[in-house]
């Protein structure tokens, strides 16, 4: 009996020294892990901090070098990390070219992205076209790709999709985007729209001929897009093109009024001269509170044209716009502040508040010596 007692004593102690090095031995390796892990981890984040720091700075970063830290994106936190530090700089790297070239080698790695579920919440859809976007790689894939997502339910969707091809700078791929947005049932913001097609980061004239190309048979929304684009380009040949244009539509406000700004950013020709001069007829608010803008650049100091913008329909509208540019237009006119004091109206305080407020900007006069204007913004503008 005593000698199974100190069996047993003696196997109890032989297991606890057992389990005590077996402690000891799992501690140690955990603490070896962890430090492992952390070691990799900061050598991780510095290495993605470093390279992104290089592009921002103006240098490229090495095929080799790019290789190596995408290779340790092997989880999504890592990749998670990367891409948020990626977002951080990319506004600081001036040259996108090093961003393309960057993400030539890189994007094997983030493939993933083109596989957006269904179910996906719009918020995750919309970064990740935005992404697409930032890493400015024309394929044909990725053109494709960010196509489709052009009729989505979501605004924020549709939008990223847009400017992600405006980034990507493919022309045809942009043009036919624009196209199937201009003509989509779905709702788009007007200023978006022209805000990616002024960001467009391809070859300009070749979009250009392909907007003219598709001018004609499209919808009026893509007309107007085409024409504002065309306005920060304004050459002598979209101007006859332009002008044909009008011609061919003359009661569709919204080209017209696209056409209007086109000839501000395009300058004085002989060509636009009689159109606008005809314009001047036209009643429509929004047009005269454009069309006024034109008036110094072709009737400088025309009594004529000075006698019609003092009238009751420019000066003296109760649209707030066109009286205040109706008065902008008759400072820039080439009149001295002391003959526009005297045809300042006395009757209308509005017209007369519009008047001062523009000489005073043009630091003609100082309104204090005009008088006070008098009365509030007109409620109807």
Known sequence: ????????????????????????????????????????????????????????????????????????????????????????????????????DYFHTAFPFFRDMLKIQKSMHYSEKSYRLMLLGEFRQDLEEVNLYLLKFLDDESFDVRTNALRALSLIGNSAYYNQGLLLTCSSGKYYNSRHITDTAGSFEGNREELKRLMLDSFYGSTDTYRYQVITYLAGNADGETTDFILDCLSQQPDNKEI??????????????????????????????????????????????????????????????????????????????????????????????????????????????????????????????
């Open 1 to 100: 009996m005593k000698v199974f007692a100190v069996l047993f004593l003696f196997f109890g102690v032989y297991l606890t020294v057992c389990l005590w090095i077996f402690l000891i031995i799992t501690d140690s390796v955990r603490k070896i892990s962890f430090h492992g892990f952390m070691t990799t981890k900061q050598t991780f984040i510095k290495s993605v901090d470093r390279q992104f720091t290089t592009l921002s700075k103006g240098s490229p970063v090495s095929e080799k070098e790019i290789l190596l830290l995408c290779r340790q994106l092997k989880n999504k936190k890592m990749k998670r990390y990367f891409l948020q530090r990626f977002i951080y700089f990319a506004d600081k790297i001036s040259n996108k070219s090093y961003i393309q």
């Open 256 to 381: 017209i009024i696209a056409g209007l700004r086109y000839f501000l950013a395009y300058g004085y020709d002989e060509r636009i001269k009689d159109y606008v001069w005809n314009l001047l007829q036209d009643e429509d608010a929004q047009i005269r509170a454009v069309l006024v803008k034109l008036a110094p650049i072709y009737f400088d100091r025309d009594w004529n044209i000075i006698r019609r913008l003092l009238k009751q329909e420019f000066l003296g509208s109760r649209d707030w716009y066109v009286r205040r540019n109706s008065a902008a237009a008759l400072v820039r006119m080439g009149l001295e502040a002391e003959v526009l004091e005297r045809l300042m109206p006395t009757e209308d305080n509005y017209a007369r508040e519009a008047l001062v407020y523009a000489m005073s900007e043009a630091v003609m006069t100082d309104s204090k010596n005009v008088g006070d204007p008098g009365g509030e913004r007109n409620e109807h503008a």
